[in-house]
């Protein structure tokens, strides 16, 4: 599937995108750059964000959930160390995949856990754009159709440095 191409559009002529955030591994300064790419690929018509939100350590999400209308879903960690809000996104991810008339997902998240969900996305026909830090593994970068690079910028901002993977689009 060519990502620049996307067959199915919303009303306003745009693609269906679904960006899902992994808020225990994606910084909340990345929020704007995130949702202002996601805006030039499509219409991101969904917006979640998976954590545990019970601790503090997620409150610096608070202003991007409500500035950019962010649906936060919560997901307590019933046992310290487990995935809980991982998994969480992906089943999500799967549902939609099955359930909403979507052209492509932005997955927000520098952990390799996600590249089998990213592959069994793009098997679905669906376009995956991968968000994450430098640190982000080269497996996840792989599959997904586009990976962009985010990063720190000198004014504090996230910076944005689109990038394919591999160095082509698949």
Not at 82 to 103: G, S, T, W, Y
Request: hydrophobic share 40%; aromatic share 6%.
């Amino acid at each position: 599937m060519d990502c620049d191409d996307l067959g199915r559009l919303d009303r306003t002529g745009r693609a269906r995108l679904a960006v899902l955030i992994d808020g225990e591994n994606a910084s909340a300064r990345h929020a704007r750059a995130v949702l202002e790419t996601a805006g030039k690929i499509g219409e991101a018509t969904v917006r979640r964000i998976y954590g545990d939100f019970s601790d503090g350590r997620l409150s610096s999400w608070s202003a991007a959930i409500r500035k950019f209308a962010i649906v936060p879903h919560h997901q307590p960690a019933h046992v310290r160390g487990k995935n809980a809000a991982d998994i969480a996104l992906a089943i999500d991810a799967v549902d939609m995949m099955h359930r909403e008339r979507l052209e492509g997902f932005c997955l927000v998240t520098s952990d390799s856990d996600f590249t089998r969900l990213a592959q069994r996305l793009r098997e679905g026909g669906l376009a995956v754009y991968g968000f994450g830090e430098s640190k982000t593994p080269q497996a996840f970068r792989s599959a997904c159709h586009r990976f962009v690079l985010l990063g720190k910028a000198s004014n504090g901002m996230a910076a944005v440095q689109d990038g394919r993977a591999n160095g082509a689009d698949r």
